[in-house]
């Protein structure tokens, strides 16, 4: 069974905390992303990576930076984890862009509360 | 920005009624609509999907309908049952453009009483 795995399901980190979230696909799939999920927010996008050392902002990137430095693992790191980051994240990936497919398959998330 | 706008922000349904959750968008350009599936817990997970050239797709319970002119959709869930309780996101994307970037409504937590 394919999948996308989050090594930490549940993290609580002080304020000005070095986060670090990360993801492994098994799927080969070229494209990778990370969203936070919020109540009455719902899925909001922060980064993606369309390619190993490749990655593009999403909508809310500000806080976050990635890293992928092999295809199938897509790191999430909280330069200095804030508050306001606490959340869950949630990891997917999806096949190359030219099937034009986009079904995203998702890991479990990891919730990190911040204090 | 784009956006997809969902409504109801939660569901309460008794067993074997029809659940209906509605989607608006406002890109013209999208033309994959998606409906993912989430279980406390779990991540989401797709559940159904339809593209702009079809009106209506049912897969067994679920039916997605499509209104282009409009700019809305709709997923009906028939003959509800208490193990569809779980939240259900609606999303949009334009394959012309970034065709892997999907744009997620805000979800509807559903409820199916027994």
């Known amino acids: 069974d394919v999948k996308v795995t989050q090594s930490s399901r549940y993290l609580v980190k002080r304020t000005g905390e070095k986060v670090f979230l990360e993801c492994v696909q098994d799927?080969?799939?070229?494209?990778m992303f990370w969203y936070r999920q919020d109540p009455g927010l719902g899925l909001r996008l922060i980064y993606f990576?369309?390619?190993?050392?490749?990655?593009e902002k999403g909508d809310i990137p500000e806080g976050y930076s990635v890293s992928r430095e092999k295809k199938e693992r897509f790191s999430l790191i909280l330069e200095s984890a804030s508050t306001n980051q606490t959340s869950m994240y949630l990891c997917?990936?999806?096949?190359?862009?030219?099937?034009?497919?986009?079904?995203?398959?998702f890991g479990a998330g990891s919730r990190l509360t911040v204090l | 920005q784009q956006q997809v706008k969902q409504s109801p922000q939660s569901l309460i349904v008794q067993k074997g009624g029809i659940s209906i959750i509605n989607c608006a968008y406002e890109?013209?350009?999208?033309?994959?609509f998606p409906w993912y599936q989430q279980f406390p817990g779990k991540g989401p997970a797709l559940l159904i999907a339809?593209?702009?050239?079809?009106s209506e797709k049912k897969e067994g319970r679920f039916t997605i309908s499509f209104n282009k002119s409009a700019k809305q959709f709709s997923l009906h869930i028939m003959d509800s049952q208490p193990g569809d309780s779980a939240t259900y996101f609606c999303a949009a994307s334009n394959r012309g453009g970034s065709n892997y970037k999907l744009t997620f409504g805000k979800g509807t937590l559903l409820t199916v009483n027994p």
């Open positions: 799927m080969d799939h070229e494209n």
């Open positions: 990576s369309y390619d190993v050392k490749m990655k």
């Open positions: 339809i593209r702009p050239d079809v």
């Open positions: 997917a990936s999806t096949r190359d862009r030219a099937s034009g497919a986009n079904v995203l398959t």
């Open positions: 890109n013209t350009a999208f033309d994959y």
